[in-house]
């Protein structure tokens, strides 16, 4: 059974920083595709970046150059830096895990497995 749990998530002001943690019991972060999704209120959910196994990263363009996901394997975490931070970012951020293709790595479906978030709110 894979478990997720967020971390981190606090408010802060426009243009602060935050770096947002998922303990990950049950899969190797190492071993598989690891992600970090947000939603927003009254809005879907959305990716926002991931790592594979091969250490390749993947980033929304809302959201390249300003965030930059991590793993830690010896914790098996991975971690969300978020610098720059705009009201727009404000959500409650997700990280989960998929052994989908490259192709669909961007998509809500090809996961399985969801924390319970933790909220991010940037105030202007």
């Known amino acids: 059974q894979v478990h997720l749990l967020e971390s981190g998530g606090e408010l802060v002001q426009t243009g602060e920083s935050l770096r947002l943690s998922c303990a990950v019991s049950g899969r190797t972060v190492r071993t598989t595709t690891m992600a970090w999704f947000r939603q927003a209120p009254g809005k879907e959910r959305e990716f926002v970046a991931a790592i594979r196994r091969d250490s390749h990263t993947y980033y929304a363009d809302s959201v390249k150059g300003r965030f930059t996901i991590s793993r830690d394997n010896a914790k098996n975490t991975v971690d969300l830096q978020m610098n720059s931070l705009r009201p727009e970012d404000t959500a409650v951020y997700y990280c989960?895990?998929?052994?989908?293709?490259?192709?669909?790595?961007?998509?809500?479906?090809?996961?399985?497995?969801w924390g319970q978030g933790t909220q991010v709110t940037v105030s202007s």
């Open positions: 989960s895990t998929t052994n989908a293709v490259l192709s669909a790595i961007r998509q809500v479906s090809a996961y399985n497995y």
